[in-house]
């Protein structure tokens, strides 16, 4: 039997913040405050980053992984339209990532956030097609669950 060419797969991540539902839906539509979070990290240069949070409106992220990645000098683009925003409760974002100019996946990414005794418990459920030869969910499911600590960092600022 041959490998399958779409592995298709859905994980959920769950964090509490310290923070209102409000601010928490800020740092989601805030260019410079989603891009610190979001896009900017060490392991890659960022090379463009565009944001229209609105729905059907776009986001779009190009960078170059660094040297010592295990994809260094690659360039990597994500590409995403809102499909649903409501504020301060809830983001629905279709996103497509590219490496090298090959497609690797595609993602229905959902982002609920509830008000908790807290602050704001966020719920992200990422639906998504994997390409054969793409990171794969558990990479993928790995990455989002350190985007979700970045956020924690952005709102602790």
Known sequence: MNDPTVIHSTFVVERTYPAAPERVFRAFADASKKRRWFVESG???????NLDFRVGGT???RFRF?????VAGLVCVNE?????????????????MTIA???????????ELLPSE????VICTHQGAFFEGSDGPEMRAAG?????????EELSR
């Open 101 to 111: 100019d090959r497609r690797i996946s595609a993602s229905l990414i959902t982002f």
């Open 66 to 70: 660094k040297e010592g990645t295990p």
């Open 59 to 61: 986001e779009s992220a």
């Open 144 to 152: 989002w669950r350190k985007l979700l600590e970045r956020l924690g």
């Open 80 to 96: 995403g339209s809102f499909l649903d925003v409501v504020p301060d409760k809830r983001i629905v974002v279709s996103s497509t």
């Open 118 to 121: 807290s602050g704001t418990h």
């Open 43 to 49: 392991g890659h240069q960022m090379e463009q980053y």
